[in-house]
């Protein structure tokens, strides 16, 4: 279902984690050998050390889903310190410093504005198959107890402030 959402929403490519050759159909369909930024919203502790894996050397993998408990298996030498890998949580406000500037790449907020603004302009990347819930704010409660546990069902919910 999520991947099925990221292509409709303009998504060039969904790859299934679990394909034994997911890696390198991702690097044939790039041209090239790992990405700048992987943006992990998963919220799977386990995620985290294959996101680390897809990024280039020197990229960032900016962790977005608000994993809870712990991962597996990550080598901290040679997966990140070896490749300058850069890993953030999304939930801080560092992120939206104007003044942070990403040590692996340029891709501070004006440049991320730029570039999401111009891809909706351009209708290259369409929102609305992302939201899966609309609820009222007395919703809330069941809303987040989906987003956790209903992962098959709840993408992502919009309040409705009226």
């Excluded at 992987?38 to 897809?54: K, Q, R």
């Excluded at 990229?59 to 080598?75: E, I, T």
Aim: hydrophobic residues 45%; positive net charge; charged residues 25%.
């Amino acid at each position: 279902m999520r991947r099925d959402a990221a292509l409709t929403a303009g998504a060039d490519l969904a790859l299934d984690p679990a394909d034994p050759n997911m890696k390198t159909k991702m690097n044939d369909f790039l041209g090239m050998k790992g990405v700048e930024i992987v943006a992990d919203a998963t919220g799977v502790p386990d995620a985290i050390p294959t996101a680390m894996s897809l990024a280039c050397d020197a990229g960032q993998v900016v962790v977005v889903g608000s994993p809870r408990g712990k991962a597996k298996d990550v080598n901290f030498y040679d997966d990140l310190h070896r490749r300058y890998i850069e890993v953030t949580g999304a939930h801080g406000n560092m992120l939206f410093e104007a003044a942070h500037t990403r040590l692996a790449g340029a891709w501070d907020v004006n440049k991320a504005q730029r570039w999401l603004l111009s891809t909706l302009a351009k209708g290259r990347l369409n929102l609305n198959g992302l939201i899966t819930h609309r609820i009222a704010p007395e919703q809330l409660g069941v809303a987040y107890e989906g987003l956790l546990k209903k992962k098959d069902e709840y993408l992502s919910v919009v309040m409705r402030w009226k």
